[in-house]
């Protein structure tokens, strides 16, 4: 039986993370890097497919878990029937190892009475499939298979059993008990493990003074320092990119075909987590994302993808992976993405939208960082009158989207903002005629005439939550009656118990059978638009539902089911995080009194 999605808490080292569920397992890890191949994959099958659990013997009566405040360090108390243990799991930064290398640490202390404990590690590469070959050393066991080499070290002595590794103590008051694992490249050297309590010192220390650089200080603090760390978790260091999420398949409905990987790097958050990241004080990050970025899309724009790897790889095949049964039996469980390929013409507009907001923020307009600028300008004016696949990845044919339009108007507008507000070189008159060109295309094709406001694509009379954009991106001032309609008919439309669905699945063909839950991104995007256009008690609301919804350590993943009240999707999902910092910041801007 799988644990719900919400089960999971997150530990990473800036290369990585690994998803531990409350029963005191890590069923989902990548090593050495967020994309590299699970050697955890149960939960996308059974413990069959590579796992490790540290829990007592006997009966569990509750599980509370926190992390270290403004740390990834995870502390999970478990009460049984013999006492009470807390297991401390965390990953220790690997830059700031001696190996430099990946290591989980887990930690056993006793609390009260004689705790029987058994810890069972089944490690399987090859997403759940290999099984390593395994040797006992001193202190634990070493274990090979392929490129990958995994030293396990062991507090007491372990029993191997068809490949697993098992290990029982007792666990007294006040004791502790080390076990941990490190990841080396099978043909180098075997590594040492770092020394436990100096690496949990220095890595708490890290994660909070990496915390003190947020400048955000209103009410909603605690959740926008746990999206930002997560956020930070989900960034691989070396590159600056960041991943969607870092697990693949996690459903968007239970038992269906909506499932993705998310462990790579799309364009399209980029302009949103760049203003997250710069509105909180983490000018680092987002010159590092903002790099990423001009690295990743260098080139021809005819060639641009929408999304890339985490060093910016292009070539994301996507294929199945058959021996694995998937979460609950949600199939087929994917690896890479052909959504890598479609065309989407909103992501040139995102990407020179990030270019303007690294601007006006102050990050260096570089010479060929404009030319690039002036490149995408160039293609969206001979592309822009084209079909697309649109921003949801749709399979279903291409159509004339209405936010990709926009989003080509502001590929165009923020050219002209570059050349009139920062200097740049270029005819800003050429520009702002074509600027208005597609405008009027836009208020003539994608409003629909009965109701006054904008639709899925040219024609339609469906809504999307992708309009919810719109107001943000100042295509329209925020009083036009366009806007406002377009924000009540999306709220009236898609919502789904209050929670804002992307689009219809019934009446949108995206080549795909079955329905998905509501998505969290667009209801925080709906949280945006209402206190933008006053509505801020409505907004206020919604946020503090969404709130609500968070796992018992401030966790989201892509979507929640409002019926049966649990988390879908990939988990946890760096947009969910982006859209609740953005909100909260669009309430403090509007005045809201519980925001402040």
Known sequence: MSEPIESYAVIGDLHTVALV??????DWLCLPHFDSEACFASILGDDSNGHWTIAPTSR????????????????????????????????PIREHTSHHLPEIIRVVEGLEGNVDVHSELSLRFDYGRSKPFVRKLEEGIHALAGPDGVVVVSPAEVNLDDHKVTCDITVKPEERYVFQIVWHRSWEETPSASEHQDALEETTNLWRKWSEICTYEG?????????LITLKSLTYWPSGGIVAAPTTSLPESIGG????????????????????????????????????LLRAVAGDP??????????????LTESTVDWLPGYENSAPVRIGNAASDQFQLDVYGEVMDAQEYGRDKGIDANEEAWSLQLQFAEFVEKHWQEPDDGIWEVRGGR?????????????????????KKHG???DADHWQALAEVIRADILEKGVDPDRNCFTQYYGSKAMDASLLMIPQVGFLPMDDERIINTIHAVEEDLSDNGFILRYKAEVTDDGLKGSEGTFIMCSFWLVECLAMIGEVQKA??????????????????????????????NMPQAFSHVGLINAALALQDAGSPDAA
Not at 61 to 89: C, F, H, K, M, N
Not at 219 to 227: D, L, N, V
Not at 541 to 547: A, Q, S, V
């Open 21 to 26: 569920s409350k029963s005191g397992s890590i």
């Open 219 to 227: 009410k909603a603090r605690e959740a926008i320092m746990r999206s």
């Open 60 to 91: 569990i009566e509750a599980v509370s878990r926190r992390y270290r405040p403004d740390t990834l360090v995870l502390e999970t108390e478990i009460s049984s029937q013999q006492g009470i243990i807390r297991v401390t799991d965390f990953m």
């Open 424 to 426: 740049l070189p270029g």
């Open 302 to 315: 005819s060639q641009m993808q929408i999304m890339y790897g985490i060093s910016g790889e292009r070539h």
């Open 540 to 569: 206020q609301m919604l946020f503090d539902r969404l709130l609500d919804i968070r796992n018992d350590v401030g966790l989201l993943s892509e979507e929640y089911d409002t019926v049966h009240h649990r988390m879908l999707g």
């Open 257 to 292: 075909e909506r499932n993705w990987d998310y462990r790579y790097c799309w364009l399209r958050d980029s302009s949103v987590t760049l203003e997250a990241l710069n509105r909180c004080g983490y000018l680092e990050e987002a010159q590092a994302f903002r790099d990423w």
């Open 399 to 419: 159509q004339h989207f209405t936010y990709s339009k926009v989003m080509a108007w502001v590929a165009i507008d923020r050219t002209v903002q570059g050349i």
